[in-house]
């Protein structure tokens, strides 16, 4: 595993989608972009099924072109 901190949380609009990208970085100053497009999950917990949800109140909403070009080129790798 890989110690980060989050520099930043948007909420990024493409088109008619949401999803959720995390800015973190390394000690040593490499730099990640994390996305996430689903933000609502459902997981097995011994008996029961529990529900977790991304909490998206208070992040910054931005548009995908207003994003860095480097920031929209890690996306874009990803698919997204």
């Known amino acids: 595993m890989i ?4 520099e930043k949380v948007l909420l990024v609009r493409k088109g008619n989608s949401k999803f959720v990208v995390e800015i ?3 000690p040593e100053g490499k730099t990640f972009v994390v996305a996430m497009k689903d933000l609502k999950h459902r997981y ?3 008996d029961e099924v529990k529900d ?3 909490d998206v109140s208070g992040i910054e909403e931005i548009e995908y072109e207003k994003l860095s070009r480097e920031i929209r080129q890690a996306l874009s790798k990803a698919g997204l």
């Open 3 to 6: 110690k980060t901190t989050v």
């Open 24 to 26: 973190h970085r390394t």
């Open 52 to 54: 977790w949800e991304y």
């Open 44 to 46: 097995p917990k011994g």
